[in-house]
């Protein structure tokens, strides 16, 4: 609230708050990574193709979000 009382540019605060606050936006896309591990050792030992791609297709789609809403501020600041 006071960057936007304060600051005469608070949608570039936000943009230097995201790149600092950008690795715990990833870390709490993650979440439950541990059975995400969990399922692609299982998968790996299985031999099963299918639960491996999909926990790898949730890691990157995690990552990914959290580099687009980046992305987006920093958009948003015109930098």
């Known amino acids: 609230m006071g960057v936007v009382l ?13 790149a600092r606050l950008k690795i715990w936006g990833m870390v709490t896309a ?13 998968g790996i030992l299985g031999g099963e193709l299918g639960p491996i791609l999909r926990q790898l297709g ?4 995690s990552f990914s979000g959290a580099h ?3 992305l987006i501020l ?6």
């Open 74 to 79: 920093v958009g948003l600041d015109g930098k």
């Open 6 to 18: 304060l600051d005469p540019h608070p949608v570039r605060s936000l943009s230097q708050i995201a």
């Open 68 to 70: 687009l809403g980046y």
């Open 30 to 42: 993650l979440g439950g990574t541990f059975s995400t591990f969990q399922t692609i050792e299982a």
């Open 58 to 61: 949730y890691l990157l789609a």
